[in-house]
């Protein structure tokens, strides 16, 4: 009891600078043990850290707002799919158009993989939403606000996205920084609009299950159903930037003006 009454004292910036340094930490150490790098570890500590705020305030996990609840919460949960599907395919478009490039299909489809991969993406999008966009966002969003909740999110949310034990140049950082952080701010304007969880679980899904099977650079070259053709002297990344930029902004600007979408008073 007394334990919980001292972590319940502590200002919420100072919890959430713990959750992250925690959860930077893990993700460093998972870097030199390869075993550790998973999914599970990060969201493991994810959901022990919050247990333990949590709890310390009186508040069960499903505060976090993760858990379906009804035919609301379902209907959220497939239009982010589906509106994450037509986003990555709408920049995904653009990105081969202004770099002259084609998708050639490889000619099979698995069956098994492709469960597989859905699988996999959704519990992703799932870990990835609980871990920076449940107790850490949430908290950081009643004491001091929408805009500080959503400008702090981005920098661990980025952080999330490095290799951090290997090199990587300021250009780079600042770069993942702003393409990591613009979906942050999106997948965080989810929950500003519903309360919950839900809209930005399949938001984030949809978006990257349609970006594993729709190659966009040369960097990622193929997938299970494409292989993209690029000439090396028509590609400019800011062919891939720009439409991005642009498609997250539209969406950002639909979901915040959406009346379908409301917040739980």
């Given amino acids: 009891m007394e334990r919980n009454k001292l972590i319940g004292q502590l200002p919420v910036w100072l919890r959430v600078s713990v959750y992250f340094i925690v959860i930077v930490v893990a993700a460093y150490i998972a870097g030199v043990v390869p075993a550790l790098d998973s999914i599970f570890f990060y969201f493991g500590i994810a959901l022990l850290l919050s247990f333990v705020f949590l709890k310390a305030e009186g508040k069960p996990l499903t505060s976090l707002g993760f858990v379906p609840a009804g035919a609301t919460d379902w209907k959220n949960l497939f239009r982010g799919l589906v509106w994450g599907i037509i986003a990555l395919l709408t920049s995904a478009g653009l990105t081969i158009w202004l770099n002259g490039s084609r998708l050639v299909f490889t000619g099979h489809a698995d069956p098994v993989f492709l469960l597989i991969l859905v699988l996999i993406h959704l519990w992703s999008s799932f870990a990835q939403e609980f871990t920076y966009r449940g107790y850490p966002f949430q908290r950081l969003l009643r004491s001091y606000g929408p805009w500080i909740a959503q400008l702090a999110v981005t920098l ?63 960097a990622e070259g193929k997938t299970m159903l494409f292989t993209l053709v690029q000439d090396a002297r028509d590609y400019h990344p800011l062919h891939v930037l720009l439409p991005y930029i642009g498609v997250t902004a539209i969406l950002m600007l639909l979901i915040w003006r959406s009346k379908a979408w409301q917040a739980k008073p």
């Fill in 156 to 218: 661990p949310f980025a952080v999330m996205h490095l290799t951090l034990n290997t090199g990587i140049s300021w250009q780079q950082f600042l770069m993942t920084w702003l393409t990591t952080g613009l979906g942050s701010l999106l997948y965080g304007l989810c929950y500003l609009k519903t309360g919950k969880l839900i809209l930005s679980i399949g938001l984030h899904f949809g978006w990257n299950l349609a970006q594993a099977l729709i190659p966009r650079s040369p």
